[in-house]
Structures are given as structure tokens and as C-alpha cells.
Nanobody, 126 residues
């Protein structure tokens, strides 16, 4: 599975961005999908995940501001980011796991994801 992330850019604090991640595989609908982010010099961290049945999971730091969704007809997962803060500045990565339905604990672990996109940079200015 190849993943292509896009939608990053520069936005002012309080603004919004929508990230997209297109998967190459037709079996996309059976995959669990996640978004992670990494700040230079820090470890990559979990942001959000969605199961094949549209169950969603969020990091506490983005809950209520970010929304993950998927369109299986387009093999695409989205991350709508609202009320952005400077601390949201990072490279955002999408990832896929063949385990379509699992616990939130599972989806928060990077090691469970087999496929990763190339990352898209989000910069939030204050």
C-alpha cells in the first residue's frame, strides 16, 4: 500500500487546514488509518485514528479541534484541523494497518502500522 499525504501549509493560529491521504490499494476500506506528527528533534506522536467501521480515536491534545474521517470510495482519509495552535506545528504522517478494527490502545501504537506516507508539513504561526 502506498500512501500520499497532502494539504499541509502555513496558517495563522486559530485557522484551519485539511490534510488528505490517498491510498493506492483497493482494500483500503478494510484498513485502520492513522495520523501521526513529529516535531524536529522529538519523537513522533499519535494524533488520530479511524477504524474500518468509522470508530475514531484522538490524542487528548487535539480532541475537539481535529476530526478524522474517511471516504472509502476515494481511498482517502482526511484530517480536518480547526483552531490550530503554534504547538500543532509538525510534519504530519498518515499510516495504514491491515487491522481494520482494534482498540484505541492498538491504534495509538506506531509499531502496529505497516505503511506510512511521506509526511506533509503544517506550520502554525502565532
Amino acid at each position: 500500500v502506498q500512501l500520499q499525504a497532502s494539504g499541509g501549509g502555513l496558517v495563522q493560529a486559530g485557522g484551519s487546514l485539511r490534510l488528505s491521504c490517498v491510498a493506492s490499494r483497493r482494500a483500503f476500506s478494510g484498513y485502520g488509518m492513522g495520523w501521526f506528527r513529529q516535531v524536529l528533534g522529538k519523537e513522533r506522536e499519535f494524533v488520530a485514528a479511524i477504524s474500518w467501521s468509522d470508530t475514531t480515536y484522538y490524542a487528548d491534545s487535539v480532541k475537539g479541534r481535529f476530526t478524522i474521517s474517511r471516504d472509502n470510495n476515494k481511498n482517502t482519509v482526511y484530517l480536518q484541523m480547526n483552531s490550530l495552535k503554534p504547538e500543532d506545528t509538525a510534519v504530519y504522517y498518515c499510516a495504514a494497518t491491515p487491522t481494520g478494527y482494534a482498540s484505541g490502545t492498538y491504534y495509538r501504537r506506531q509499531s502496529e502500522y505497516e505503511y506510512w506516507g511521506q509526511g506533509t508539513l503544517v506550520t502554525v504561526s502565532s
